[in-house]
């Protein structure tokens, strides 16, 4: 209930971005590459979007790069879909606000064909050494964890999806002592080698991103999806990761939220230990279950289902 009036209270809008643009654009976005594409769509959220849009690109201060992505999507919708068919008071406010002398072949931020997607030269075997060579390692030398490289590694987590392009997660770096100490000894697995933890990653969901109660379960799904990709930046970095679980254990909950000062409507999703392995440190094997085990094909004869 109080992310909820969070959002509405900061209309979606968290320091530098604007979730409520973000998802709005995201939508837009979607309805652009449906086949067959539609003559009018996103009626019911056009109006807010663009005066969200407006309100922002009056904001020094705002992510210019996420208003260029909306300016250029919102160029594009317009250009799209048929004028005739929008309400007149729409009308106004596109006339008024959206640029239509853009050039919008130089647009670098709209939907793109699938043939024009960069392709990546990794093979399926490079990129399975890869998820191999990824353990979670939990002994680590002395040295320092670079931000720079961490900050390498957070620009791919940041390419991970999620809900309409939201991005509710935080990574918040955690490499001076004593607060270093305090936090590697919360999670229930790390006794025994929290002590040579060098960096520790508290990942944090932002439940505020959300209007609505069904949503709340995302901040786990999205920054899971994250800190999957994070972690095997970190490997070809040449940094080792451990993603320690962080149960639902409400004392815990808020005792991290009590060191770091988090508000009621921001969750710890997970913590990870970053370091340099020792490279004669242990590492649990860790048999994986195949794909055999792991996969179930589903059809009507065991669904409950019927046509």
């Not at 050039?103 to 075997?125: G, R, W």
Request: aromatic fraction near 10%; hydrophobic fraction near 40%; glycine fraction near 2%.
């Amino acid at each position: 209930m109080k992310a909820r009036v969070a959002y509405l209270k900061y209309k979606g809008r968290d320091n530098d971005s604007s979730v409520l643009l973000r998802r709005n654009i995201h939508r837009i976005e979607k309805g652009l590459i449906m086949q067959p594409q539609k003559p009018i769509f996103a009626l019911s959220y056009i109006t807010e979007t663009i005066n969200e849009y407006v309100k922002l690109r009056k904001n020094t201060t705002h992510d210019k790069e996420e208003l260029i992505w909306a300016k250029e999507v919102l160029s594009v919708y317009f250009d799209t879909i048929d004028e005739n068919l929008l309400p007149q008071k729409i009308k106004i406010i596109f006339e008024k606000f959206i640029d239509k002398t853009a050039e919008k072949n130089n647009f670098k931020n709209v939907p793109y064909s699938f043939a024009n997607k960069v392709i990546s030269d990794v093979t399926f075997e490079q990129f399975f050494s890869l998820c191999n060579q990824r353990r979670s390692v939990r002994w680590f030398t002395a040295k320092a964890v670079s931000r720079t490289l961490l900050e390498k590694a957070i620009n791919i987590a940041s390419t991970a999806p999620s809900a309409c392009n939201r991005q509710p997660f935080m990574f918040n770096v955690v490499d001076q002592q004593p607060l270093l100490a305090t936090l590697a000894s919360l999670p229930l697995g790390t006794k025994g080698f929290a002590h040579n933890i060098q960096c520790l990653i508290v990942v944090t969901g932002n439940l505020s991103y959300y209007p609505t109660e069904r949503d709340r379960h995302l901040i786990y799904i999205d920054s899971s999806l994250a800190s999957m990709q994070f972690m095997l930046a970190l490997e070809t970095l040449g940094l080792s990761s451990c993603a320690l679980n962080w149960p639902d254990i409400e004392q815990q909950e808020l005792k991290i939220a009590q060191i770091l000062n988090l508000s009621d409507i921001i969750r710890p999703t997970m913590l990870i230990a970053v370091g340099h392995a020792k490279t004669q440190g242990k590492i649990p094997y860790s048999q994986k279950k195949s794909a055999q085990q792991l996969i179930n094909y589903m059809n009507h004869e065991n669904c409950n289902f019927s046509k």
